[in-house]
């Protein structure tokens, strides 16, 4: 999803990328950017392409943001799948996550948290 700023200059707030196996059994999950009630109908998609997926693999060292409409997909997505987090987690998300008590369902790789520079 991008948005205009009050320059004209185009904002990517957030990306989803999705790749499937040719099966569509494994699904391969990158997102970027700041998940916000805007991003729903973006992440709704996502459950729908993976509508058929045993495992899917969520790379989330990107995010920027989040808030409860990505928590939101997430659980969701663990009740439906095998599902592996990827990351570094960022400051925000991780304390969402921890927050949340969300992290402890995932199965999860490389989720250290980033620490601010």
Known sequence: MNVGDDD????????????TSRDG??????????????????LELVLEVASAARS?????????????TLLNLLLRMADRFDVRLVGPLRPQFAKL????????????????????T
């Open 25 to 42: 059994r494994e699904v391969v999950i990158r997102l970027s950017g700041e998940f916000d009630l805007e991003s729903e109908l973006d």
């Open 97 to 116: 996550m921890h927050l949340t008590g969300v992290l402890e369902r995932f199965c999860v790789h490389g989720l250290e948290e980033e620490r601010p």
């Open 8 to 19: 004209g200059h185009v904002q990517e707030t957030c990306s989803v990328q999705v790749d």
């Open 56 to 68: 899917v693999e969520l790379h989330v060292a990107e995010v920027r943001f989040a808030d409860s």
